[in-house]
T-cell receptor, first 114, second 108 residues
Framework: DAGITQSPRHKVTETGTPVTLRCHQTENHRYMYWYRQDPGHGLRLIHYSYGVKDTDKGEVSDGYSVSRSKTEDFLLTLESATSSQTSVYFC?????????????FGQGTRLTVV | KNEVEQSPQNLTAQEGEFITINCSYSVGISALHWLQQHPGGGIVSLFMLSSGKKKHGRLIATINIQEKHSSLHITASHPRDSAVYICAVLYWGSRLTFGEGTQLTVNP
């Protein structure tokens, strides 16, 4: 996949612990997104960013925070993980400078909160 | 109500059948992506459309901008086509919005 990586790819954590997921891009795309995917719900937007330090909430933002201190990285933080946050998390990017109709997708991070 | 509507939600077909998945959206867009996700797998972009029609192998994608509608067709379907197919639209300003996905199962 073109220039977008998520880390870690898998994580198991305990309830109440903080967790940070990282999305890194080398495409210089303006928009970055975090989604979660659960059976029966499709992809639901958690937060997105439209530029450095510019972020906005999606439809399922409660319990999550994000930060984008540089173009390449968009971090998703679960301040105090709960079992309901067990999910697969996907990052996406869009809004390239030369081809603003492009969109690329990360490989996903499987998070289990026990 | 989702801004992007996909149908059907689930589709079961026999190998060799012609398959159509539909996607409708509500306002003007700059582009539409058809995505594929196999069980436990990542998301792969199949097509990006802003007008007309594209073909890749047995897959064909069309978009009608005036009617705000796109279709993904699979000819001569095969069990390896079994996956979730997702429509995603890029609204002007480049914000991505996904449909709920269509679970396709092709039986041998």
């Amino acid at each position: 996949d073109a220039g977008i990586t998520q880390s870690p790819r898998h994580k198991v954590t305990e309830t109440g612990t903080p967790v940070t997921l990282r999305c890194h891009q080398t495409e210089n795309h303006r928009y970055m997104y975090w989604y979660r995917q659960d059976p029966g719900h499709g992809l639901r937007l958690i937060h997105y960013s439209y530029g450095v330090k510019d972020t906005d909430k999606g439809e399922v933002s409660d319990g999550y925070s994000v930060s984008r201190s540089k173009t390449e990285d968009f971090l998703l933080t679960l301040e105090s993980a709960t079992s309901s946050q067990t999910s697969v998390y996907f990052c996406a990017i869009s809004g390239g400078v030369t081809m603003n109709t492009e969109a690329f997708f990360g490989q996903g991070t499987r998070l289990t909160v026990v | 109500k989702n801004e992007v509507e996909q149908s059907p939600q689930n589709l079961t077909a026999q190998e060799g059948e012609f398959i159509t998945i539909n996607c409708s959206y509500s306002v003007g867009i700059s582009a539409l992506h058809w995505l594929q996700q196999h069980p436990g797998g990542g998301i792969v972009s199949l097509f990006m459309l802003s007008s007309g029609k594209k073909k890749h192998g047995r897959l064909i994608a069309t978009i009608n901008i005036q009617e705000k509608h796109s279709s993904l067709h699979i000819t001569a379907s095969h069990p390896r086509d079994s996956a979730v197919y997702i429509c995603a639209v890029l609204y002007w300003g480049s914000r991505l919005t996904f449909g709920e996905g269509t679970q396709l199962t092709v039986n041998p």
